[in-house]
Nanobody, 121 residues
Framework: QVQLVESGGGLVQAGGSLRLSCAVS????????MGWYRQAPGKQRELVAT???????NYADSVKGRFTISSLNAKNTMFLQMNSLKPEDTATYYC???????????????WGQGTQVTVSS
């Protein structure tokens, strides 16, 4: 029902920057929260960052101080600004919508194809 399209990935050297975008469309009344996940081959999918409707953000310890999540007012577009990239950041990045329940981010079952980020040393 909800379509998610990630873009902005690419190949970058360590220390460089990338800006990922997520376009949201479909039959939705509102978006309560949004988040970015990433998954490397053979690794578990991990939650990278989330942003709540009120603007509060949360980040994984591995990206704190380097990544910034943001969204437009209508919540139909989300960004992930990635600075000081490290080879460990190499993964496929996915955006999704969700909500907070009992203090935790709960993603809805809507996923795009993701965008590949490769960081060389």
């Amino acid at each position: 029902q909800v379509q998610l399209v990630e873009s902005g990935g690419g190949l970058v050297q360590a220390g460089g920057s990338l800006r990922l975008s997520c376009a949201v469309s479909g039959s939705i009344f509102s978006i309560n929260a949004m988040g970015w996940y990433r998954q490397a081959p053979g690794k578990q999918r991990e939650l990278v960052a989330t942003i709540a409707s009120g603007g509060n953000t949360n980040y994984a310890d591995s990206v704190k101080g380097r990544f910034t999540i943001s969204s437009l007012n209508a919540k139909n577009t989300m960004f992930l600004q990635m600075n000081s990239l490290k080879p460990e950041d190499t993964a496929t990045y996915y955006c999704n919508t969700g909500h907070y329940y009992s203090g935790s981010y709960r993603p809805y079952d809507d996923w795009g194809q993701g965008t590949q980020v490769t960081v060389s040393s």
